[in-house]
């Protein structure tokens, strides 16, 4: 049984799914180690202009598999201190290739997202959950801290450090009409109509051009990280200048207005 899924139910997107349903998509290392391996090979493949990442049954991530962790693959003859580094860099690295993918990532959140389900959901580009979704920071439930695999870093950027500091140190659980409110997810949809929402959101992407949109959602991380206001405007001047003197997208797009057509950028 193969624990991750490729589907292309559009042209140019990707659907991701996490399939162990039994186990609430749990993170076991046997889940985790090949949604890495998809994820790159879905970001090589240049046919794909968006993802969509979601959870088969009726939950996204339940975060940590507290039972069947699973094999750390490369950790023969290290001690248990070696072994827990490797595992969280393994862990670490799911996020990082999603944030590195050329693709913009979109999480269909159709269920419970807990714990490193949470964390998961938060690194993707954009959120959309079903009107049954709910999400915990579980760390702290469990004894442990709510901060891992970056949910620290994204959480109080995308809510405001108030909000994250009491649902992190709370452990409650943010129901979906509370996480719209708040700006966890950008909006909400009944069950039945998720992966569609989440398609037309693609499709709306892809009508625009492909070096657009990537540069758009490598310059929003850049900006999440950026030391200075200057700086980063520097950087998207520069990109704005690389686009607009390196293709006829511009053109394109003041011509297809003047005919009344959808442009055709072919960057």
């Known amino acids: 049984m193969s624990f991750v899924l490729v589907e292309k139910p559009r042209p140019q997107i990707a659907l991701v799914t996490l399939n162990r349903p ?6 076991a290392f046997d889940v985790m ?6 994820l790159e090979e879905v970001a090589a493949d240049n046919e794909v202009r968006v993802v969509v990442l979601t959870g088969a ?5 339940s975060g940590a598999d507290l039972q069947h962790a699973g094999k750390v693959p490369g950790v023969e003859g290290l001690t248990r201190t070696s072994i827990a580094r490797r595992s969280m860099t393994l862990l670490d690295n799911v996020m990082l290739t999603i944030k590195r993918m ?13 714990g490193g389900g949470f964390c998961l959901a938060m ?9 049954d ?12 801290t709510s901060a891992e695999l970056g949910i620290s870093y994204t959480l109080p950027r995308a809510i405001g450090s108030t909000r994250a500091f009491e649902i992190m140190l709370t452990g409650r659980d943010v129901d979906a009409a509370e996480a719209e409110r708040i700006g966890i997810v950008s909006r909400l949809v009944p069950a039945d109509k998720l992966l569609e929402a989440a398609y037309d959101t693609a499709d709306q992407i892809i009508r625009w051009s492909r070096v657009g949109g990537e540069l758009t959602k ?3 991380w850049n900006g999440l990280e950026a030391n200075s206001f ?4 520097q950087n998207e001047g520069l990109a704005q200048l690389y686009v607009r003197l390196t293709t006829d997208n511009f053109d394109e797009a003041i011509r297809a207005r003047r005919d009344r057509r959808p442009p055709e950028f072919l960057d």
């Open 22 to 27: 039994e186990r609430m998509n749990a993170m």
């Open 33 to 38: 180690v090949p949604l890495r391996e998809t």
């Open 57 to 61: 049954g009726h939950g996204f991530c």
């Open 102 to 114: 050329h693709q913009p990532v979109i999480s269909a959140v159709n269920g419970a997202a807990i």
């Open 123 to 131: 690194g993707t580009d954009i959120r959309i959950a079903s009107h």
């Open 133 to 144: 979704a709910y999400f915990r920071a579980a760390g702290i439930n469990n004894g442990l």
């Open 218 to 220: 490598r310059l929003l």
């Open 230 to 233: 200057e700086s980063h405007m």
